[in-house]
T-cell receptor, first 112, second 113 residues
Framework: DQQVKQNSPSLSVQEGRISILNCDYT??????FLWYKKYPAEGPTFLIS?????DKNEDGRFTVFLNKSAKHLSLHIVPSQPGDSAVYFC???????????FGKGTRLHILP | SQTIHQWPATLVQPVGSPLSLECTVE??????LYWYRQAAGRGLQLLFY??????ISSEVPQNLSASRPQDRQFILSSKKLLLSDSGFYLC????????????FGEGSRLTVL
């Protein structure tokens, strides 16, 4: 049973435009959500997070939006840059829990 | 500052052979420790996590096992590897009971032939 779903395996976006990566979750106990970025043959690195008490968190070019009623979150990257080409993982956890569950990832290609 | 290291970085093993991947964390104490696997088309799958020495939680039934002999050491093992064990294994740590971020190691690429 996949608790964190990223339904788009890949996404191509023109450089300078907005990239929108989507994530859905099924477990209503999840209250903290994270995005990670991963380059090939490297470990993922933390990008941005959001707590369920917020519906938006912004850090530079990266903004994460959370819609609790829909159990949906999205990562917006604007403007998209060539170095943003990577696999992006959505992850979720529950307060007091120890597990952090990841989605399958979305491969983002930034086109010149 | 905290660092995490795992080794070996690359491993090619025959089916039926044993496995030992090691991970150590420096610069912190009482971390939560995790083993994830990235297999083709399956994203990051949580295999094991540990909240303390000797405490291991298994997420996926399989022929792998994990041990935590010391506070900052996490070991992934198998007695007999299967072809399906091939993948990119990632060790990670976090600051205790948390909703916070994970810090990942460099990863270990295992190919079972």
């Amino acid at each position: 049973d996949q608790q964190v779903k990223q339904n788009s395996p890949s996404l191509s976006v023109q450089e300078g435009r907005i990239s929108i990566l989507n994530c859905d979750y099924t477990n209503s106990m999840f209250d903290y959500f994270l995005w990670y970025k991963k380059y090939p043959a490297e470990g993922p690195t933390f990008l941005i997070s959001i707590s369920s008490i917020k519906d938006k968190n912004e850090d530079g070019r990266f903004t994460v939006f959370l819609n609790k009623s829909a159990k949906h979150l999205s990562l917006h990257i604007v403007p998209s840059q060539p170095g943003d080409s990577a696999v992006y993982f959505c992850a979720a956890s529950a307060t007091g829990g120890d597990k952090i569950i990841f989605g399958k990832g979305t491969r983002l290609h930034i086109l010149p | 500052s905290q660092t995490i290291h795992q080794w070996p970085a690359t491993l090619v093993q025959p089916v039926g052979s044993p496995l030992s991947l090691e991970c150590t964390v420096e610069g912190t104490s009482n971390p939560n420790l995790y083993w994830y696997r990235q297999a083709a088309g399956r994203g990051l799958q949580l295999l094991f996590y540990s909240v303390g020495i000797g405490q291991i939680s298994s997420e996926v039934p399989q022929n792998l096992s994990a041990s935590r002999p010391q506070d900052r050491q996490f070991i992934l093992s198998s007695k007999k590897l299967l072809l399906s064990d091939s993948g990119f294994y990632l060790c990670a740590w976090s600051r205790g009971r948390n909703t916070g971020e994970l810090f990942f190691g460099e990863g270990s690429r295992l190919t079972v032939l």
